[in-house]
């Protein structure tokens, strides 16, 4: 007869899957990020002439070295967008917003941020935005606090 054996103790741990470091931007995306705390927007300038923002240290093209720099306007055509009609807790608005691919004037890529447009049916592809800037800046993205559309004024974050 064989003996009964008692019931083994399942053994369990919580465990998230994070990765808690700190990154050193270097000095391409370090003066990209210092530029946004004086409200100033720079790019990288390719050797044949393109302006990359954000700046990127080597031409995507040709792989050549890039350390020229040039200011670009604060303002642009949106490319690209995707309606977040439910934004989640890491979002940057707890309302509804857009995440858009900004080309801004002077610049030859897009940038990926936030448009504050109130509704869906305000967000177009071609439209022009321009930066929403926050009262105290850091020298991090989060200094442009978002982008709005350009006919449009705010007020405490508002559209009026």
Known sequence: ???????????????????????????????????????KIEGSLTPSGRVLVPPSEYDPESGASISDFVEVGEAGVVTTWCWVAEPLAKHPFDRPFAWALIRLDGADTALLHAVDAGDSSRMATGMRVKVRWRQQRSGAIGDIECFEAENLGSQDGEIV
């Open 1 to 39: 007869m064989a003996e009964e054996q008692e019931p083994l103790e399942i053994l369990s741990a919580r465990h998230v899957v994070e990765y808690p470091y700190t990154r050193s931007v270097g000095a391409v995306i370090g003066r990209f990020l210092g530029g946004l705390k004086d409200k």
